[in-house]
């Protein structure tokens, strides 16, 4: 194998052994569903399986992204202009080409890491064409083509889409094209269509609890709260274990936050707070309303004589309010505010409308 640190998702590893032994691979796979399972890293480790025959050096030419049977495609920035023929990494600055291979070198090393550009909101037309550049080195293998996040091939531009529709309805011998995407209904139906599907479900906890155990990971005391924090996603749940002072103060923000919401005090200051993060730091942020939430629906849960609360472990009772009305005007402002809400407005209208929320009695 080529990571040590990736937890496997057996079922369809086992499916993937089973189709080379009986010779039906197909010639494209979608590797879909829940961000942070592994997705990428099963597709690499899966390349790395079909070029395994006859090749001593097979592992380190993989390790460092350069084994010719294998080529990475993601979306990249269009910072210079290029030619229809050029190679798509010409149209990236040095700056970027370094950036790449810096997260090429971190994905090996760890499994759940991103080779993502934030300004990439195309996968380049001129990557698809690079495609038939390509060439399978050593015949016993197969030319392996990885796509990560897949939907940015056809959203919101559909020419790269329709660019790959037409190698997969004739695809060369011995190639293998691999989409991976967490939002698959992006993607062209008939794209879909030429693909064999592999969903990956949502990691369990215990799953999630032993890698971290082997990682030596696993003794933050947040640790429970970062799992649902993540929705059992890998990627965040690594980034959010480095966080733990932070975590445990935008815990007791959100808390206070809502104590001043509820009894109508100094809550216009926390609202300038939470601008601040949103303005500044959108991944803590996202992580705040998350906090929020899960706030809310424990005080709705207490109110309701249930204990399996998640952030208010200690408390017994709480005053009966509508809980519930609340985490919808919660909900929807967060997703107003990633539609270009001023957040100035849309946080202030947030609060004003919990706190009407709170006090309406439910309609039953």
Same mark, same amino acid.
């Given at each position: 194998m080529i990571y040590e640190n990736l937890i496997l998702n057996q079922k369809i590893w086992n499916q993937l052994n089973t189709m080379i032994q009986n010779n039906t691979l197909p010639h494209a796979l979608i590797f879909h569903g829940n961000e942070g399972t592994g997705k990428e890293a099963h597709a690499i480790e899966f390349a790395a399986l079909l070029n395994s025959n006859g090749q001593e050096n097979y592992k380190e030419k993989i390790k460092?992204?350069?084994?010719?049977?294998?080529?990475?495609?993601?979306?990249?920035?269009?910072?210079?202009?290029?030619?229809?023929?050029?190679?798509?990494?010409?149209?990236?600055?040095?700056?970027?080409?370094?950036?790449?291979?810096?997260?090429?070198?971190?994905?090996i090393k760890n499994?759940?890491?991103t080779i993502q550009f934030s300004k990439a909101s195309n996968i380049l037309i001129n990557s698809i064409r690079d495609i038939k550049k390509t060439r399978i080195s050593d015949h016993n293998g197969?030319?392996?083509?990885?796509?990560?996040?897949?939907?940015?091939?056809?959203?919101?531009?559909t020419e790269p889409g329709n660019a790959l529709l037409k190698i997969?309805?004739?695809?060369?011998?011995?190639?293998?094209?691999?989409?991976?995407?967490?939002?698959?209904?992006?993607?062209?139906?008939?794209?879909?269509?030429?693909?064999?599907?592999?969903y990956f479900s949502k990691l369990h906890e215990n799953e999630i609890n032993k890698y971290l155990e082997i990682q030596n990971l696993n003794d933050n005391k947040y640790l429970d709260l970062i799992i649902k924090l993540s929705?059992?996603?890998?990627?965040n749940i690594l980034r959010m274990i480095k966080l733990e002072d932070e975590?445990?103060?935008?815990?007791?923000?959100?808390?206070?936050?809502?104590? *001043?919401?509820?009894?109508?005090? +100094?809550?216009? =200051? @926390? /609202? &300038?707070?939470? %601008?601040?993060?949103?303005?500044?730091?959108k991944e803590i942020f996202k992580i705040f309303i998350k906090l929020i939430l899960f706030i809310l629906n424990d005080l709705e849960k207490i109110k309701n004589k249930k204990n399996d609360c998640?952030?208010?472990?200690?408390? *017994?009772?709480?005053?009966?309010? +509508?809980?519930? =009305? @609340? /985490? &919808?005007?919660? %909900?929807?402002?967060?997703?107003?505010?990633?539609?270009?809400?001023?957040?100035?407005?849309?946080?202030?209208?947030?609060?004003?409308?919990?706190?009407?929320?709170?006090?309406?009695?439910?309609?039953?």
């Open positions: 460092s992204f350069q084994h010719p049977n294998i080529n990475l495609i993601i979306p990249l920035p269009r910072e210079k202009t290029i030619k229809k023929t050029a190679s798509a990494l010409n149209a990236i600055s040095e700056k970027s080409l370094d950036s790449l291979i810096d997260m090429k070198k971190n994905k499994p759940y890491s197969y030319m392996v083509h990885i796509i990560f996040e897949a939907e940015k091939l056809c959203y919101p531009k997969l309805e004739e695809p060369p011998k011995r190639t293998i094209f691999i989409l991976i995407t967490s939002e698959k209904n992006k993607l062209l139906n008939t794209i879909q269509s030429r693909c064999c599907d592999f929705n059992n996603n890998m990627k975590i445990n103060t935008l815990k007791d923000d959100a808390i206070q936050f809502i104590r *001043n919401i509820i009894n109508d005090q +100094n809550w216009e =200051k @926390s /609202i &300038k707070k939470i %601008e601040s993060l949103f303005k500044s730091k998640i952030v208010l472990t200690k408390f *017994n009772k709480v005053k009966n309010l +509508n809980y519930s =009305k @609340s /985490i &919808k005007i919660v %909900e929807q402002y967060y997703l107003d505010l990633t539609k270009n809400l001023n957040p100035s407005i849309g946080l202030f209208s947030m609060a004003i409308e919990m706190k009407k929320s709170l006090y309406q009695h439910e309609i039953i």
